[in-house]
């Protein structure tokens, strides 16, 4: 495959460390989709109102970019886990670009085990080509260079 994207959403540095790894190992262009009204991961309320919108299945206002996802021929997503689920940001993109047929791999950076949130994930990519799946547990607490590598082995056996 020669046209990939990766497409993520980070508040605190998990996913994005992931997401450059993963663009970096197979020279993927990458697409950080930024809330124009972000909350602050410094706040102990973050994790509250984050998670609500989770819940709420809130679709927040992406800042524009330049990039149109529909002209990849894969499509890696990336986001962390809030509430059990996907992050909103991410489900503003997916409601703005139907990637119904479109090659996708998901991958989740997450406190637990992320197992209900790659569901729904799933869930709602249902009619796109799931190439592969993975979740990173606390990417930046542990080991990075084994994260990193780990993350580079997953995206290889896709592409």
Do not use: C
């Not at 102990?44 to 809130?58: F, H, P, S």
């Not at 992320?114 to 990417?139: Q, T, W, Y």
């Amino acid at each position: 495959m020669s046209k990939i994207l990766v497409v993520y959403y980070s508040l605190t540095g998990n996913t994005k460390l992931i997401a450059e790894t993963i663009a970096e190992s197979i020279n993927a262009k990458i697409l950080a989709l930024k809330p124009v009204k972000e909350l602050k991961a410094e706040s102990g309320r973050t994790y509250i109102w984050g998670g609500y919108q989770a819940k709420m299945k809130r679709k927040p206002k992406l800042k524009e970019f330049d990039i149109n996802p529909l002209d990849y021929e894969l499509i890696i997503l990336g986001t962390p886990v809030w509430a059990w689920t996907f992050s909103p940001p991410i489900r503003s993109f997916l409601s703005k670009f139907n990637l119904s047929n479109k090659n996708v791999a998901l991958f989740m950076s997450h406190d637990g085990r992320g197992v209900k949130a790659m569901k729904r994930f799933k869930e709602i990519l249902k009619d796109s080509n799931i190439l592969g799946e993975i979740g990173f547990e606390k990417p930046q607490k542990y080991e990075q260079n084994e994260i990193k590598e780990k993350a580079i082995a997953w995206v290889k056996e896709i592409v």
